[in-house]
């Protein structure tokens, strides 16, 4: 689909409330000075397309001195997609990757067989107090990238697609929509974007995807004469044309969709993969603590800790 934020099939009072197969509202957790809302896997709905796993985290205030600090931990058959609203994180995996990660960056880091990495606020941010807010997925690979090499890729805001109109603001974060692609290497047919809306204006999401979803990060959205409030997840019945309306104030949107995948994924702590054989073999291999001479390794500069396997 053309962009065209004033298409007129589907727009907000001419879509049917059906039109949205599920809404999910997720529950905020205190993970302990910072909340995080997870709205995928949901009980009713486990993926988007590829996404099998979307939390906001924050937002979030840390005195000077304080931020998070999660530690080394693994992951199998997966893509991590980290976006930040505000604030910063320190990225370090088994690569070597040493990457700051900044508001309107992506960071992409393809686990495939086996990568471990840990992500702190950085030491600047600490000496001055900072803030965080943003939004990490899961994106599960296909059965046939399961054991792809690890990779990192990071993609700097200058060099991600945005497209504009009256009222409207979308950056491409992965895959392709409104005839633009994103630069980072996916495996699987698949869309996600940064969408900020000024009060009233009017976005249509894309047609040309079998799955399409959309969280509200922040302010409200109307579809068929509803209101749909910060902190939700609506998705769509495939194949109907859908625009949004903006509230009264501005707001920010995360789209994500794409291919359904060609089975059932299954998903254990940090471990995706199409079989449970493959996740109770990271578990072992987790377990065993063997760095570096099997699934897993430590990041280089960050080898002090690591997260337990959970009982």
Known sequence: MSWNPALTPGCPNEIGVDAIETLIVPRARDLGGFEVRRALPAPKRQMVGPFIFFDQVGPAEFLTGQGIDVRPHPHIGLGTVTYLYSGDLHHRDSLGTDQIIHPGALNWMVAGRGVTHSERTSATSRQTGSALFGIQTWVALPEAHEDTTPMFEHHREATLPVIQS?????????GAAYGKRAPATLYS????????????????????????????????????????????????????RITVAAGEQRARLMILGGATLGGPRYIWWNFVASSKERIEEAKRQWRAENWGAGLFDLPPDDRNEHIQLPD
Not at 166 to 174: A, F, M, N, S
Not at 207 to 214: C, P, T
């Open 189 to 240: 047919e698949a869309f996600y974007a940064d969408v900020q809306l000024n009060p009233g204006a009017r976005f249509p999401m894309p047609d040309e995807h079998e799955d399409r979803g959309m969280y509200v990060a922040g302010g409200s959205v109307t579809i068929a004469g509803r209101c749909f409030e910060a902190g939700q997840m609506m998705v769509f019945r495939p194949g109907d």
């Open 166 to 174: 009256e009222g409207v603001w979308v950056q491409l974060l992965l």
